[in-house]
């Protein structure tokens, strides 16, 4: 019964898209349009698709935003549907349909798995019906501990997972959060920190997992192995999105927003290991800029680190998102006066999506672009990169989650007691009081163990 149910949901789901490749056909006037043919080559496919799309259309593809802007509304039900609007292309004038979203599920998807297979089924249904050329959507949530949703399994957080000296701990965590993630309908994890830990101050050292490079390095490798594997258009699979890039670790005020003053040497032999790692070693296919300013330049607006370094130099292949609201850091630095001026330089340096709901990437690049200011070549150039993930993760030919399988994975039992793992491995211990360690081996459980160690502390 239970095969036959999930063998009529797929069903259903193929004739929805083969509906809307019909719609396209009809549209279009095309025989075989070749974006919509999966044997072709993907460079085919981009640049047909690309050579169908309107300015709008294009600048509506590098949007990502969070979903916890109140741009989006101030509450859930409002933004839920503006969510559909923003798929459908009907939310602003301003650009065309959206890319996808960040942060979705974790901000109004409270339910669980059912509801958060089901909602993003719907986006895609909205995205292949109600839009010109039925690109699918492509949803991101944070994964620095798990996939952050409600209802996914909670592993330990950066610094006790790194603690565990573990890479096939590292290996079954993020392979973990992966399947969970796409089971629900979530295409990349991001929040995977790359940035070693240096200065007390941070507020955001637990994300990230070690002081050591060395280590830090086969971490990231081991990560990125785990969330893309091989295929990434494997149902248990995701863009592993790295963060931030080139680092935001070791700031001059302690804030992340502030500028690195740390020197070229330094930022290659100390900083540089972990993003060799993720994307050398393992080819990362997602990162996020950061903050801060380095070299007086903030990294948003940086063709060094952006583009020179992380792309010909480190071999990124990949998409670059920005940080949340982070072509504001252009505007607080004094860099540019207006979004506008901000959107030019970013897009320049190398950044392709927007993920929160910032001008720079929508209504004032459509006029930049009209005015002459932005060559239509740097729209094209970050439209391409995330036209070709879309392709790569197969969302134009398998768009849709199967709901009972999203339950079934999300949180499981197997999860849990991974979970449980990564926590008793991630213990460390500070100072052996009173040669409380070794345990004795006669101990009649793991709990007296436990008020062995709570003596210990009272006396």
Same mark, same amino acid.
């Given at each position: 019964?239970?095969?036959?149910?999930?063998?009529?949901? %797929?069903?259903?789901?193929?004739?929805?898209?083969?509906?809307?490749?019909? +719609?396209?056909?009809?549209?279009?006037?095309?025989?075989?349009? $070749?974006?919509?043919?999966?044997?072709?080559?993907?460079?085919?496919?981009?640049?047909?698709?690309?050579?169908?799309?309107?300015?709008? #259309?294009?600048?509506?593809? %590098?949007? %990502?935003?969070?979903?916890? !802007?109140?741009?989006?509304?101030?509450?859930?039900?409002?933004?839920? #549907?503006?969510?559909?609007?923003?798929?459908?292309?009907?939310?602003?004038?301003? +650009?065309?349909?959206?890319?996808?979203?960040?942060?979705?599920?974790?901000?109004?998807?409270?339910?669980?798995?059912?509801?958060?297979?089901?909602?993003?089924?719907?986006?895609?249904?909205?995205?292949?019906?109600?839009?010109?050329?039925?690109?699918?959507?492509?949803?991101?949530?944070?994964?620095?501990?798990?996939?952050?949703?409600?209802?996914?399994? $909670?592993?330990?957080?950066?610094?006790?997972?790194?603690?565990?000296?573990?890479?096939?701990?590292?290996?079954?965590?993020?392979?973990?959060?992966?399947?969970?993630?796409?089971? !629900?309908?979530?295409?990349?994890?991001?929040?995977?920190?790359?940035?070693? /830990?240096? /200065?007390?101050?941070?507020?955001?050292?637990?994300?990230?997992?070690?002081?050591?490079?060395?280590?830090?390095?086969?971490?990231?490798?081991?990560? @990125?192995?785990?969330?893309?594997?091989?295929?990434?258009?494997?149902?248990?699979? $995701?863009?592993? !999105?790295?963060?931030?890039?080139?680092?935001?670790?070791?700031?001059?005020?302690?804030?992340?927003?502030?500028?690195?003053?740390?020197?070229?040497?330094?930022?290659?032999?100390?900083?540089?290991?972990?993003?060799?790692?993720?994307?050398?070693?393992?080819?990362?296919?997602?990162?996020?800029?950061?903050?801060?300013?380095?070299?007086?330049?903030?990294?948003?607006?940086?063709?060094?680190?952006?583009?020179? @370094?992380?792309?010909?130099?480190?071999?990124?292949?990949? @998409?670059?998102?920005?940080?949340?609201?982070?072509?504001?850091?252009?505007?607080?630095?004094?860099?540019?006066?207006?979004?506008?001026?901000?959107?030019?330089?970013?897009?320049?340096?190398?950044?392709?999506?927007?993920?929160?709901?910032?001008?720079?990437?929508?209504?004032?690049?459509?006029?930049?672009?009209?005015?002459?200011?932005?060559?239509?070549?740097? @729209?094209?150039?970050?439209?391409?990169?995330?036209?070709?993930?879309?392709?790569?993760?197969?969302?134009?030919?398998?768009?849709?989650?199967?709901?009972?399988?999203?339950?079934?994975?999300?949180?499981?039992?197997?999860?849990?007691?991974?979970?449980?793992?990564?926590?008793?491995?991630? +213990?460390?211990?500070?100072?052996? /009081?009173?040669?409380?360690?070794?345990?004795?081996?006669?101990?009649?459980?793991?709990?007296?163990?436990?008020?062995?160690?709570? %003596?210990?502390?009272?006396?």
């Amino acid at each position: 019964m239970i095969a036959k149910k999930k063998f009529w949901c %797929l069903a259903v789901a193929a004739g929805t898209v083969m509906t809307s490749v019909s +719609i396209i056909l009809a549209q279009t006037g095309d025989s075989t349009p $070749v974006y919509l043919d999966p044997k072709r080559p993907i460079d085919e496919r981009v640049d047909d698709l690309m050579s169908r799309m309107t300015l709008k #259309e294009k600048v509506g593809q %590098l949007n %990502l935003p969070c979903v916890y !802007v109140d741009e989006l509304g101030r509450d859930i039900p409002a933004k839920a #549907e503006a969510c559909r609007k923003f798929t459908a292309g009907t939310y602003t004038q301003e +650009i065309g349909p959206a890319c996808g979203f960040f942060t979705l599920a974790d901000e109004i998807l409270k339910q669980g798995a059912r509801q958060q297979a089901e909602y993003f089924n719907e986006l895609q249904r909205i995205a292949l019906t109600q839009t010109r050329l039925k690109i699918p959507v492509m949803q991101d949530e944070e994964g620095t501990h798990g996939a952050m949703f409600p209802g996914g399994t $909670v592993f330990p957080e950066g610094l006790a997972v790194g603690s565990s000296f573990d890479l096939d701990l590292v290996k079954a965590i993020y392979a973990a959060a992966a399947a969970e993630a796409r089971a !629900v309908g979530v295409h990349m994890l991001s929040t995977l920190v790359m940035e070693v /830990d240096r /200065d007390p101050r941070m507020g955001r050292n637990e994300e990230a997992y070690t002081e050591d490079p060395c280590l830090y390095m086969r971490i990231g490798e081991t990560i @990125v192995r785990a969330t893309q594997g091989y295929d990434i258009s494997a149902p248990d699979k $995701v863009i592993a !999105v790295l963060t931030d890039f080139p680092t935001q670790s070791e700031p001059t005020s302690g804030l992340e927003r502030g500028a690195i003053e740390v020197s070229d040497r330094s930022m290659r032999e100390n900083f540089m290991p972990p993003w060799i790692g993720a994307i050398t070693k393992a080819g990362g296919l997602g990162v996020m800029a950061g903050y801060p300013e380095i070299e007086d330049v903030p990294s948003h607006a940086s063709v060094k680190w952006m583009n020179d @370094v992380l792309r010909h130099e480190i071999g990124f292949q990949g @998409v670059v998102e920005s940080e949340g609201h982070g072509f504001r850091t252009m505007q607080y630095e004094h860099i540019v006066p207006t979004q506008k001026e901000a959107g030019l330089l970013g897009l320049r340096a190398g950044v392709d999506l927007n993920i929160t709901y910032e001008p720079a990437y929508m209504g004032p690049l459509v006029e930049s672009v009209e005015e002459g200011r932005v060559p239509i070549s740097l @729209v094209d150039r970050a439209l391409r990169r995330v036209l070709e993930v879309k392709f790569r993760l197969g969302l134009f030919e398998n768009p849709y989650v199967n709901v009972d399988h999203a339950i079934q994975v999300v949180h499981s039992q197997a999860n849990q007691d991974l979970a449980l793992r990564a926590g008793r491995e991630g +213990i460390v211990l500070l100072k052996n /009081d009173k040669n409380l360690l070794p345990l004795k081996r006669d101990l009649r459980s793991w709990w007296e163990s436990r008020r062995r160690i709570f %003596l210990c502390k009272e006396s």
